[in-house]
């Protein structure tokens, strides 16, 4: 599999935001933490100057995640995705056919992922078994609670 990020420009433009808020002002206010930390004299049992550093490192490994994934971000528009198939970024409309329960899942790459909000991974058991499915196709997928079969009902955007 490729390594591309796949997400909208509305997703891209949100995340270069975030990127830039940190760097500006995400820096800024460490630095200051640090220096008032600084000024409180011995460094070695100084509490305060060494969470403001942990603070920092926890920044930069932000930072880092984020331009990574912005340098293997693929723009997609979701108005060009064809809805024949289940695809990165297709909403899919499913039934568990043991429960009957109905479920929606937007499929995203795995780093934009979120099961509260309905984003499942395509990496996920259930991503995986459902891309390149068709409405109507029945896919079966072992989950930690056991197996389940679930019915494509709708694909949309």
């Known amino acids: ?38 000024a409180h004299g011995d460094l070695s049992e100084n509490a305060e100057y060494d969470a403001a550093k942990e603070e920092q490192g926890l920044l930069e490994l932000k930072i880092a995640k984020l331009e990574s994934m912005l340098a293997r971000a693929k723009i997609i528009d979701t108005n060009s ?40 991974s395509i990496n996920s058991p259930i991503g995986r078994q459902l891309l390149g499915r068709k409405v109507g ?8 609670a056991g197996l389940i079969e679930l019915e494509i009902l709708e694909i949309s955007r």
């Open 81 to 120: 995705i064809s809805t024949d198939e289940v695809r990165v970024l297709t909403k899919v409309k499913v039934k568990n056919l043991k429960t009957n329960k109905i479920q929606i899942y937007h499929l995203v790459s795995p780093e934009e992922a979120d099961f509260e909000n309905g984003k499942m």
């Open 1 to 38: 599999m490729n390594d591309y990020i796949y997400m909208t420009r509305e997703r891209l433009l949100e995340l270069e935001k975030e990127l830039n808020d940190l760097k500006i002002r995400g820096r800024k206010e460490i630095a200051q933490k640090i220096a008032e930390a600084r």
């Open 137 to 144: 196709d029945v896919v079966k997928v072992n989950v930690p």
